[in-house]
């Protein structure tokens, strides 16, 4: 009898891809299924899996796990909210995993957790070091948004931990995939005509590769992988260097009220900042993934460099493009 | 004389002008014969080209307008055998070098007639002579070959085509920076290094410093020092003020400088990098100018641990002469409160002279580098052991202490 694989989340286009992987492994992964579960119809190319759609906030999720024989739950249905305020994300992100956690606590099938969690759990302040690994807490810059949600979030996980031993629990805090399909607030950012910062800061960045992010995945469903890795490109790209390489100008704004004015700045050129993203946006956050490397076994393919490239060669150069003698 | 006595511009005697319609005799002279009007047909008679202007030399008097020199070959070839004085055989060498000289000689007299000042400015040869010159004289012989990289590295830079660290540490703004700082170090603080092969010439160490001067220059020409005379980049560990300061935590971090915590040290030294450390921090610089050189309390001995857990040696560095820049001779305590500083300084200058008290006071500077403490005889576990952390501190502390004594002897006057 073959393994069963909940996936959450498969609306968005990244836990769909993921499903549908899952979905193509073959025979000898051993998974037999693959159900994804949202509340939203998913857009995506979902062949092969089944989905069902029902609400990660409410029991009824204990109920699909208990028909369908889930032994493997990778939640992915945690996020930075895109747009507009983030009350709705928080209901999401921290309720949903509640009930997710409860339903797996009185399964007596689900044998692995797989947690997509994010790199925002570090937060972002200028008391941070220069590279975070997976020992250190957040010094700041998690008191509000995606990253007090996360790190709520990665607290149930451990209780759950702590309550089911025998489950395998594998915590992966991915940076930022920076993909022309994939839709992440960083990448919402780089299509802006004109990028605004605070002025005199310049952030080091991190981005993962959409092949790094599925494979890493895909890894700890099909291996057991215990623990908590940082999931990034190697090296960093700076704000100014990403501006420059998309041929984008900048416009440094001031650092106080930075974040109301980036928003109605971007707003005002027809699209949306996600929140949180500012502080990002000023002090930046670089994380070591030794750990993925030497624990969990996993060789990164791309770099934050390479993977920022190959976003460039996507998007429309920008009107600075010419000025360093670039042609495509 | 009753003419002479007229108020000037009330159109006296001709010749004299009247400032605003008419030049005076004077100016016209300095113009030229003629009024200065139609400056266009005059640029168009001044730029004709060498070969050109020879038929000018038949007409000199009213030079030909552009569309006669169209038919300049023939006209080279016929004007030049005609020249009346020249009796020998004529060559196409001597029509040519007769086509020169006439062309300068119409050149000149354009320019005598008052042409524009277009023609009669510096040949465009002679200008692109002279930019050779200068560019070989401040870049060297192989002025192009240094050219091509600096356009190719400016344009890679506005590319963004270029590689830093995950510290954020960017090798060409660092040595940009460097050479900005030279000046200052060589010229204005007259800096001696010494003991500079106590810094390993490869692998990782941790200079430790004492810490002066209101403002951390001493860091920047710390690390300036260890640039020029060992070639090693120093890589300092500054407060965490220093990256909430906008601009001051940017460049910080391009050239080399991360928080100083535990894990960057730590990170810095087993990747074998040479990392900088003040452990007396705020309280160093910020320490009255009547306590100079009075080491304070070295932290609580972390840079140690740090040095032990990755095995490197610890190189004691003294500085002499960064206490004297900025005298710190006041404090406004509520102020620095409110501004989020850990002090707020008054100097004899600062801001009674508003920003020229910013310049820092010439003092003689002497950077000494002792003999490196060896960590690797403890084991790394032995970090934490906290009575031998205090005792490995205390040596670092009283050697610098020690040595700065000595070198304040040494140096005599601080400033002359």
Redesign the interface.
Known sequence: MGRVVLVTGVASTFASRFAHRLAHLGDDSGIDRVVGIDTILPTGDLDGVKFVRADVRTPVVGKVIAVEDVDTVVHLDVGPPTRGRSSAAKELNVIGTMQLLAACQRSSTVGKFVLGSSTAVYGTS??????F?ES?LARGGVRSGFPKDIVEVESYVRGFSRRRPDVIITTLRGAQILHPDIETPIHRYFTNPVLPT?????P?LQFLHLDDALNVLAEAVLHDRPGTFNVAGD??V?L???????GRPIVPLL?IGFAVASRRMIRTMGSDISPDLHRLLQ?GR?VDTSALRDIFGYDLNWTS?ETFEEFRATVKPGILAT????TS | MSDEKRPIGTSGTPGRGNRSTSPSAAARALGGAQPVKRPVTKVKKATPPPAKAAPAKTTAKKPPPAKKAATKKAATKKAAPQAPPRLRAVTDEDAAAAAAAAAEEAARRTRTAGAAPLSAGIPLDEIVVAIVQAAQRVLGTDWEARIATLLATI??????????????FDPQITEVFTAAIEPLAEKWFRLEVRGIENIPAEGGALLVANHSGTVPIDGLITGYAVKKYANRNLRPLGA?LV????????IA??VGA??A?T??AE?LLTTGELAGVWPEGFKGIGKPFAERYKLQRFGRGGFVSSAMRAQVPIVPVSIVGAEEIYPLVGNVPSLARLLGLPYLPITPFFPLLGPLGMIPLPSKWIIEFGEPIRTDAYEPESADDPMLLFNVTDQVRETIQQTLYGLLVERGNAFF
């Open positions: 200028p008391r941070d070091p220069a590279m690994t250190l605070a002025m005199g800061f310049d080091r090296g960093v700076t100014s260097q990403a501006a420059r390489r998309l650092p002090y670089v460099q000025l360093g003698g670039r | 344009r890679r830079r506005l590319d963004g085509d270029y590689e830093i660290d995950e510290f954020g965490d990256f909430s300061l906008p601009f001051v935590g940017q971090r391009k991360t928080l915590c894990e960057d990170r």
